[in-house]
């Protein structure tokens, strides 16, 4: 069973989350029933009197914890929700509801104890997915591409990398070909050679602004945060 470290108060909130998940859709399963006990047990927390909290108190609360324990406190309570087979949907919205206040790093531990603990499949970057105009999205993206920047091209996969040529990205193939062109150059200039890795991992990373597994728009804001890295090398080749 997934544990983490909480202190008291953590452990509250927990428990109050997990208590607010069960009883969501009206009725609290055996499963579910089930798991909170052994979470309980697990904690020390046999005896713990329910102050009955609603989800905005339970946000407010959230919002003074440290991101790690808002992770782990969210990783219990996606687990809960799998616990009796039915993930319904009053869950995901209730969850998915807490996800700005996680980063993309906290997302990726948590999708790899949930690939662990989880008793069905989970993907998290769908939670990641909220309703935006196309320039917010292409905003994030590029925020995003310019975190990713800081990584190096072993970071890359070129299996994976190649596997994305399918959708949008296929009709510009040829740009993510010369960014790979750039990554792998020894003589490259360094911003230009970071413009290219951060953009060539935004596309091949499993969480970004809008999921590769929604239909349609799955891989547009790669298609914006590839061309934007394109404009960028282009800006810079004129000048240098």
Do not use: C
Request: proline share 2%; glycine share 4%.
């Amino acid at each position: 069973m997934f544990k983490a470290r909480l202190g008291k108060y953590q452990r509250e909130v927990l428990l109050e989350f997990m208590k607010v998940i069960s009883e969501v859709d009206g009725n609290v399963t055996h499963d579910e029933m089930d798991l909170i006990y052994r979470v309980k047990k697990t904690y020390r927390m046999k005896n713990y009197e329910y102050k009955h909290l609603t989800p905005e108190q339970l946000r407010f609360r959230l919002e003074k914890l440290d991101e790690k324990d808002v992770m782990n406190i969210l990783t219990h309570v996606i687990l809960l929700a799998m616990a009796d087979g039915d993930f319904s949907l009053n869950e995901r919205k209730l969850i998915k509801s807490f996800f700005d206040l996680l980063s993309l790093e906290s997302a990726s531990q948590m999708q790899k104890f949930l690939d662990k603990y989880g008793t069905q499949e989970f993907d998290v970057k769908e939670f990641f997915y909220q309703d935006q105009t196309d320039q917010e999205i292409l905003d994030d993206s590029i925020r995003m591409m310019n975190e990713f920047a800081e990584g190096s091209a072993d970071d890359i996969d070129e299996t994976v990398l190649m596997k994305m040529r399918r959708g949008p990205v296929k009709k510009i193939w040829d740009q993510v070909l010369k960014l790979w062109e750039v990554v792998q150059n020894p003589k490259a200039d360094t911003t230009v050679k970071a413009i290219a890795i951060g953009a060539l991992i935004y596309l091949i990373s499993p969480l970004d602004v809008i999921p590769d597994v929604v239909p349609v728009l799955g891989l547009t804001d790669d298609v914006g945060v590839l061309a934007y890295a394109m404009a960028q090398l282009s800006k810079m080749m004129k000048n240098g």
